[in-house]
């Protein structure tokens, strides 16, 4: 007796091919083909309405610019020896970047719940960290689009320099910070039961949060109570070090900030992957 799976020799249009019983598992290890496929239908749905999705907040976060550089003085103002524009354009980019990954991987499972056809995402041959990389890869890349849409009109903005200085930097802490986010928007798909939930969560966790991470100003002029509230939200180190990225100055140590972003990225993907496991208001 052998434990081997019976297997055909393989059709003569497709050689290597080795044709096993129907009902037979051939999936030995990472489901590649399914994990891309699922970033696919992601990726082609948030384009589908690319003028919701990736332009609107990039004008939006481009309005931000107008007016807080209009009103807050301009090239007159200089916070952390740079011009108040060059201060506040990565801290924007990082923002609209925050919110569009929160918005994508906060709708999926959530929409499936509510349409009834988180069948979809439930019955595919795909493991639950499988599931959570389609989803958090898609998310980032709607983020990276709109990081990019914003970069490109800033670049061309008068009076704006964001030429990148440390690309590392950019890329981790924007693509770690967009990953982070993710896997909240995910837990938040999980726990909501209608739209309503998900979108409290935004206005009353995401939104006060990205707008009281040193956006718009910087953190050493706060009052030591609201400095110290400040180093406890991640999207400061967030947005910190996405402006260290391309002005070489922060409001706190970079490496520091990359080790707590590392570390609360981590810790907020395995909850992820327990919760998804698990099932919990997924599964019936």
């Given amino acids: 007796m052998t434990d081997t799976p019976p297997s055909h020799p393989a059709p003569p249009d497709r050689p290597g091919l080795i044709a096993h019983e129907p009902g037979v598992p051939v999936i030995r290890s990472v489901n590649w083909a399914g994990t891309r496929a699922l970033y696919a239908k992601e ?9 919701q999705t990736i332009w609107g907040p990039s004008v939006t976060t481009l309005l931000y610019l107008l007016i ?9 103002r200089t916070v952390l020896g740079v011009p108040f524009a060059d201060f506040v354009a990565p801290g924007l980019i990082a923002m609209a970047m925050i919110q569009a990954t929160f918005a994508n991987a906060s709708f ?3 929409s499936g719940k509510m349409q009834g056809t988180i069948v979809d995402y439930l019955m595919p041959p795909l493991s639950t960290g499988e599931l ?34 440390h690309p590392w930097a950019i890329l981790w802490f924007g693509l770690l910070g967009s990953a982070f986010v993710a896997f909240l928007g995910i837990l938040t798909s999980v726990w909501a039961e ?12 995401i939104g006060p949060l990205s707008l009281l991470s ?8 706060l009052p030591p109570l609201f400095h110290a509230i400040s180093h406890a939200n991640p999207f400061f180190y967030v947005i910190s070090g996405f402006r260290y990225g391309f002005l070489s100055a922060a409001d706190t ?9 590392l570390a609360a990225t981590v810790a907020l993907g ?6 998804l496991k698990s099932g919990w208001r997924i599964k019936p």
């Fill in 253 to 261: 140590a970079v490496g520091r900030g990359a080790i707590i972003l």
């Fill in 270 to 275: 395995s909850l992820t992957y327990v919760v």
């Fill in 43 to 51: 990726v082609r749905r948030f384009l589908k309405v690319q003028l």
């Fill in 194 to 205: 209608k739209f309503d939930h998900s979108a409290a969560v935004t206005n009353f966790v």
């Fill in 214 to 221: 040193g956006t718009f100003y910087a953190i050493d002029r």
């Fill in 68 to 76: 807080f550089v209009l009103a807050l003085g301009g090239a007159q």
């Fill in 108 to 110: 999926s499972l959530l």
């Fill in 132 to 165: 959570i990389l389609a989803l958090v890869s898609a998310a980032v890349t709607r983020a990276v689009l709109v990081g990019l849409a914003l970069w490109l009109v800033m670049a061309l903005w008068p009076g704006v320099h964001v030429m990148p200085r």
